[in-house]
């Protein structure tokens, strides 16, 4: 048995030194010098760059034409954000810039708002009953007032987000506070300053 198992270990030595003679070109490898690196160049994809404008087809079939973050905040809403807004609102009323440089177009189901005009600034979807909410005048205190601002001009300020899902509620933060829409019980509450006010709906 002995003699057996002598002459497999042999074989198996004799496969091994002929399998490594085979796959070598003779020339001896130099072990100390560093490894050669390359690098490879890629491309990475870049993104299309916001459009300049979008046109709309507004109430009584005016076009409407949407310009700087809100045409960019349209563009890349989602089909359900786009439905959700429906059609925009004509006059001046329902377009344009306030005195704080705040720009917004008013649609049917929300409104688009932005801090500035400035290409690249966030613009933010305010929508369903955060809007309503958003859009009760309110004295300085955020306490419904018939003689208050509302708006990006009241107490809240300006949207800071749009509308994130946290379980049952629809929050969106704006300069000064956040309102926070439950989806189960319908109720709205509306904090300015870390202070819950009524939400006047």
């Known amino acids: 048995m002995r003699t057996i198992a002598r002459h497999t270990a042999l074989a198996g030595l004799s496969a091994v030194a002929l399998i490594i003679v085979g796959c070598s070109n003779g020339q001896s490898v130099d072990t100390s010098a560093p490894p050669q690196v390359g690098l490879i160049a890629t491309s990475t994809p870049v993104a299309p760059a916001p459009p300049a404008e979008v046109k709309l087809i507004g109430e009584r079939d005016v076009e409407v034409t949407l310009t700087g973050p809100i045409a960019a905040k349209y563009a890349s809403a989602t089909e359900e954000q786009k439905q959700a807004l429906g059609k925009p609102l004509t006059g001046d009323r329902n377009a344009g810039a306030r005195e704080s440089g705040v720009v917004f177009q008013q649609f049917q189901g929300g409104v688009i708002t932005a801090k500035n005009k400035e290409t690249g600034t966030p613009a933010y979807i305010t929508r369903g009953k955060i809007r309503e909410a958003w859009n009760v005048p309110r004295n300085p ?57 009524p939400s006047g709906l």
Do not use: R
């Open 141 to 197: 205190d955020g306490v419904p007032a018939v003689t208050g601002d509302n708006g990006s001009v009241g107490p809240l300020g300006a949207p800071t987000s749009d509308e994130t899902a946290d379980g049952d509620l629809l929050v969106e933060t704006f300069e000064h506070g956040q309102i926070a829409y439950n989806t189960k019980t319908s109720q709205v509450e509306v904090t300015i300053n870390g202070k819950v006010v």
